[in-house]
């Protein structure tokens, strides 16, 4: 059953450093997502992705914050200059459709990512 | 931001029971619910899904019914197994799936 797989899974970063969290979609999805849970916490909505665009993005994803699809399977969340804050897990998903049609979104394992 | 609010942060319950777990939302533009299932360690796994026109749906052993009027959906699980034990995420949208709002979760152990 095709997956959406996260690499890596789990990430210790300094303070300040930038770091990029790689995803592979499931391959005939179009539309792509980024989620975060800070420990002990909500799943939080990041971003959306279609048409090599952000579609749309929650108040949490600032300047700090960007997603690029830089090739035909992989999109990725970088962030610049990572806070103490940013220590989470991310999530990646992704759904065959959007825009005017529901459909669920399928997630993949996980980052867990630390900042020290 | 509490527009959706799932107010068991725990259950426990039977092997063979029913589970109901619960969910209430403020946002009066949610017209899609999906219930999500979350083990340790794994990302979100959809489970079962309903519309706003609709008040039920069930997919075997899984039925989510909707309240439109009282902004409140619950997921019934009948039998409840231990492998269904998992922390279970209410998550509405009404923006046409392009971001799910998540509730923060019931953890739910079913009991052998």
């Known amino acids: 059953e095709p997956e959406v797989t996260q690499t890596p899974s789990h990430q210790v970063t300094q303070m300040g450093q930038e770091v990029i969290l790689r995803c592979v979609p499931i391959?005939?999805?179009?539309?792509f997502y980024w989620y975060r849970q800070i420990l002990g916490q909500k799943v939080e909505f990041l971003v959306s992705f279609y048409n090599n665009e952000i579609s749309e993005k929650s108040e949490i994803f600032d300047d700090q914050f960007s997603v690029e699809r830089p090739d035909g399977s992989n999109f990725t969340l970088k962030i610049r200059s990572t806070k103490l804050e940013d220590s989470a897990m991310y999530f990646c998903?992704?759904?065959?459709?959007?825009?005017?049609?529901?459909?669920?979104?399928?997630f993949g394992p996980g980052t867990r990512l630390t900042v020290l | 931001d509490q527009q959706v609010k799932q107010n068991s942060p725990s259950l426990s319950v039977q092997e063979g029971r029913i589970s109901i777990l619960n969910c209430d939302y403020t946002?009066?533009?949610?017209?899609?619910f999906l219930w999500y299932k979350k083990y340790p360690a794994e990302g979100p796994t959809f489970l079962i899904s309903?519309?706003?026109?609709?008040d039920k749906n069930e997919d075997g052993r899984f039925t989510v019914f909707l309240n439109k009027s009282a902004k409140h959906l619950s997921l019934h699980i009948v039998p409840s197994q231990p492998g269904d034990s998992a922390v279970y995420f209410c998550a509405p949208t009404g923006n046409y799936g392009q971001n799910f709002v998540f509730g923060p979760g019931t953890r739910l152990s079913v009991l052998p």
């Open positions: 998903a992704s759904s065959e459709r959007g825009g005017s049609s529901y459909n669920e979104q399928f």
């Open positions: 391959s005939n999805h179009l539309y």
């Open positions: 946002n009066s533009m949610f017209d899609y």
């Open positions: 309903i519309s706003s026109i609709k």
